[in-house]
């Protein structure tokens, strides 16, 4: 599956079939949410965090890919990313674009 941010594919006619969409909410337990706290006191990346964020944005894209090829669909156009925090220490990812089907 061919994924771009552009809303074409150089070179090639595109058939839209739809909005496609993927998305998670992930958190961390309550221990390493503890120690992500701690950390904000003296700064530094909070690597259980950036974890958790790219294992949800691989799940979310999976999961747009899957609703694209239920469609029929050999790419997808436009892709963009969002997230938004649904409660303390969890975020929701969601990927999404256009489901299209290429021609020559």
Same mark, same amino acid.
């Given at each position: 599956?061919?994924?771009?941010?552009?809303?074409?594919?150089?070179?090639?006619?595109?058939?839209?079939?739809?909005?496609?969409?993927? %998305?998670?909410?992930?958190?961390?337990?309550?221990?390493?949410?503890?120690?992500? %706290?701690?950390?904000?006191?003296?700064?530094?990346?909070?690597?259980?965090?950036? &974890?958790? $964020?790219?294992?949800?944005?691989?799940?979310?894209?999976?999961? $747009?890919?899957?609703? /694209?090829?239920?469609?029929?669909?050999?790419?997808?156009?436009?892709?963009?990313?969002?997230? %938004? &925090?649904?409660?303390? %220490?969890? /975020?929701?990812? $969601?990927?999404?674009?256009?489901?299209?089907?290429?021609?020559?």
């Amino acid at each position: 599956m061919l994924l771009v941010t552009t809303e074409f594919v150089p070179g090639r006619e595109a058939e839209p079939l739809g909005l496609v969409k993927g %998305s998670t909410i992930q958190t961390v337990n309550f221990v390493r949410d503890f120690g992500a %706290s701690l950390k904000t006191l003296v700064g530094g990346e909070l690597k259980d965090y950036t &974890a958790m $964020m790219d294992k949800a944005r691989v799940v979310a894209t999976e999961r $747009m890919i899957q609703e /694209a090829q239920r469609l029929g669909g050999d790419a997808i156009v436009g892709v963009r990313f969002a997230t %938004s &925090a649904v409660m303390q %220490s969890a /975020a929701e990812i $969601m990927a999404y674009g256009t489901a299209v089907k290429l021609r020559n």
